[in-house]
Structures are given as C-alpha cells and as structure tokens.
C-alpha cells in the first residue's frame, strides 16, 4: 500500500510503514487518525451476523466497505452512521457481494493439531470457561460469540477503535482456532492466550487460580 503512488506523502507514509505485518486501519483514508488494528482471520464467520470487531454489520456489509472505500472498486456504500456515501454507475461491487460470502462462509475452520494442548486440562479448562471463568456469558453457539455489542470499558481494551466505528463498541470475538492467529484483542494488546485469560481475570475480578488459569488456556487451545 505504501507504494502506490497516491501515497506518498509524507504523513501517510509514515502511518503506513508504522503498522507492521497482520494489521490494519480500514479507516486511516476517512478519518485522518492511524491507529491500526488486527487483521481477524476470515474462517469461522458462518454463524456470526456481526463479522468485525466493532460490529458494523455482517461480512457482506464489511466487504462492500473495504472494496469501495479502500480498494477502489467501482460500487455503491453508504453509512449515515460513519457519514460515507459513495455510489457508482455501474455498480460493480454489489452483485458480487452473496458469492463473496459464501465463499467465505465456506472456509473451513483449523482443527487444533494433536498434541497442540493436554486433552485432560482442557476439559477441566472447559468447566472453567462455562463456569467459575464466566467466559460462556458472552462466547457461546458454534462460534463462540454472540450477536451484541459491549461498550469499550466493559471488556476493558484501547476506545479508540470503537469510538471511529459506526457501533462504538466491541462485539465478543469468535474463538475458533485461536492457538493460530495471535496477537489477541483487536489491538494486538495480549501476545499469548495466557496473557488474553490474565486481562479477564483483572477486568472482571475472577480472582482464578494459577490451575484454573492454566486449564482455561488449554481449553481455548482447543476449541
């Protein structure tokens, strides 16, 4: 992206190369701000209606989104709540737009590797997530997320993200396969799962032991 000859001031240069692998702002070009967040994998969407961190709407409505407003692509997209409105003739984004997602919808989900976690840690780790840990209340169904959205300070990350968004909120993540893409949290905040159980643990008073803590881990290993 830094390449492309419409960027090469030098603000935007220098917000582009201070992002760093796997990340991301879809909103730099709308907004001004750089402040780039994860780039979420595209697998396990099937279930959830709310596909990105703030819940903006479903992949349909992120994948319009990001073709018309970050790729260039010849479409119609408009928000009144992120006050864009783009319309092009033809539209050449939005016929496209049901393949896309099934297509997406069809990636199938990374299994955790044998040997990857201790099968006997994880079902007590499990009991923890749906018990004593609490992590049921907003992680549930095949995907393990759910369709509403928290406030910043609920779950206790970076405003910021939320705040450019059309929600100002976060929905609760889905957690398939999350031994594959850390960093965690929409800003890469917590490098590990241990580090991800550890800010709940505080944010939420849990007061969970060391063991409890270990056997959570195992089990987000291996879901």
């Not at 595209?42 to 479903?58: C, I, M, P």
């Not at 199938?108 to 049921?136: L, Q, T």
């Amino acid at each position: 992206l830094a390449a492309a000859p419409q960027m090469q001031a030098p603000e935007i240069q220098q917000a582009l190369l201070s992002w760093g692998p796997g990340r991301y702002d879809a909103r730099f070009n709308q907004d001004g701000l750089s402040d780039p967040s994860v780039i979420p994998p595209a697998y396990g969407l099937e279930n959830t209606e709310l596909s990105t961190f703030t819940g903006d709407g479903d992949i349909s409505y992120w994948n319009a989104y990001v073709a018309v407003t970050q790729m260039g692509g010849q479409g119609n997209f408009s928000d009144p709540r992120i006050g864009v409105d783009i319309k092009h003739s033809p539209d050449q984004v939005t016929g496209k737009l049901a393949a896309l997602r099934a297509y997406q919808h069809a990636l199938p989900v990374p299994s955790a590797p044998d040997g990857s976690f201790d099968p006997a840690a994880a079902e007590r780790g499990k009991a923890v997530f749906n018990g004593p840990g609490k992590c049921v209340l907003c992680h549930s169904g095949p995907g393990f997320s759910n369709e509403f959205l928290l406030p910043p300070n609920a779950v206790g990350t970076d405003p910021l993200h939320a705040e450019r968004s059309a929600t100002g909120a976060y929905r609760p993540t889905p957690l398939r396969a999350l031994q594959f893409h850390a960093p965690y949290f929409h800003d890469g905040s917590a490098g590990s799962l241990d580090e991800v159980v550890a800010h709940y643990d505080n944010q939420f008073l849990l007061d969970l032991n060391p063991d409890q803590k270990a056997d959570l881990v195992e089990y987000l290993k291996s879901i």
